[in-house]
């Protein structure tokens, strides 16, 4: 089912996406630290403080609906119903993960929860998601499609093709751009004329919403409107979620392109303190609930971490596997 307003102020589902939140940054930050002590090798983008939008987003959908991610992806994954055993694996390379240990962070996909893929391409996913969304489209299908993409993203060229050709045509899919006001070291204001990418919406041809990011609920709010009007026929949906990434782009990443006040400002909006406040206001949530939350989130990031450590790498004979040309 849709949880939509009337489910607003369900403590059980809040609890939920709280739960939820707490799980992605705890597995992002592990991940980030094995990193740094260099266990693994390459590289990862965490999404930290911008985990609302991808609980709040897939909160939105129907299980059944699809998702494409882009390199960002943790996060969309676990929300989607991704097992973080399986993508520790993936990000150590190991057999158990979700490509088999080939993809790494930036390429994890699992078809059967509708998670159609992270990807290490910005805005190489957009095409992808519109491909599904006219795919469900032709063959008149009741699911559609929500495609994540970041600010940077939405300068590229395939961004305006796709979303351009998904207004014509109407397909079922909402574009939900995660403006963290970065595009690695470039701030939005040098790279757009404009304040808000979702005012392209009008040039596309369908609404541009925006919301606040850092709040779990608007998101969802945002998303299932969207994904309603997506699925009765009614075309796509921009949805700009206004938010902020607390980490640097990638590891080891000292962040020296921005002022450390518009951190902290926006550590005070952090998505999951705020969602914490108003569980506590709402006296859902006390002291002693929180941490037995958040000592059930530490040990199932240990048991992902082991799991990881503990499985065992791709056999050589499957290098070729998977490898089309
Ligand atoms: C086609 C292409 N150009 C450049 C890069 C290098 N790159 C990786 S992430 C990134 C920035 C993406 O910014 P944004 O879309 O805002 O997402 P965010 O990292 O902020 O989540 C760039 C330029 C790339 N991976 N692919
Ligand atoms: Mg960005």
Redesign the pocket.
């Known amino acids: 089912m849709q949880e939509t307003q009337s489910s607003a102020v369900d403590a059980e589902i809040l609890l939920r996406y709280y739960r939820t939140m707490l799980l992605i940054r705890r597995v992002e930050e592990r991940m980030e630290q094995v990193f740094l002590e260099g266990v693994i090798s390459g590289t990862c ?1 965490p999404c930290t403080g911008q985990e609302a939008v991808a609980v709040g987003a897939c909160a939105g959908l129907l299980p059944t609906d699809y998702i494409v991610s ?3 992806g943790h996060g969309h994954f676990i929300a989607k119903g991704g097992d973080p055993r399986r993508i520790m694996a993936e990000v150590f390379g190991k057999a158990t993960g979700y490509s088999g240990g080939r993809g790494g962070s930036q390429h994890m996909a699992h078809f059967k929860i509708g998670f159609l893929g992270s990807n ?5 996913g957009i095409p992808i998601a519109t491909g599904a969304a006219l795919s469900l489209q032709l063959q008149k299908r009741s699911e559609i499609v929500a495609c994540f ?5 939405a300068n ?1 060229g395939a961004c305006h093709e796709a979303i351009n050709m998904a207004g014509v045509w109407k397909l079922p899919i909402v574009y939900i751009c ?1 403006n ?1 006001l ?3 070291s470039t701030p939005f204001r040098e790279a757009f004329a404009i304040t808000d990418v979702a005012q392209r919406a009008a040039a596309y041809g369908m609404p541009g919403e925006i919301v606040d990011g850092n709040d779990v609920l608007a998101v969802r709010e945002a998303v299932a409107k969207a994904a309603e009007r997506a699925r009765a026929g009614g075309g796509p949906t921009l949805v700009e979620c206004k938010t902020y ?1 607390f980490s640097g ?1 990638s590891r080891g990443d000292p962040r020296e392109y921005r002022p450390r006040k518009e951190e902290e400002a926006w550590h005070a909006r952090c998505p999951i303190k705020r969602l914490r406040e108003k569980l506590m206001e709402m006296k859902a949530l006390n002291e002693e609930l929180d941490a037995r939350i958040r000592a059930g989130v530490e040990q199932e990031v240990r048991e992902a971490e082991a799991f990881a450590r503990n499985s065992a790498d791709p056999e050589m004979d499957d290098l070729g596997k998977g490898v089309f040309a």
């Open positions: 983008h882009n390199h960002r290490g391409i910005t805005g190489g993409f970041g600010d940077g993203a590229q995660e963290n970065y595009a690695m990434r782009h």
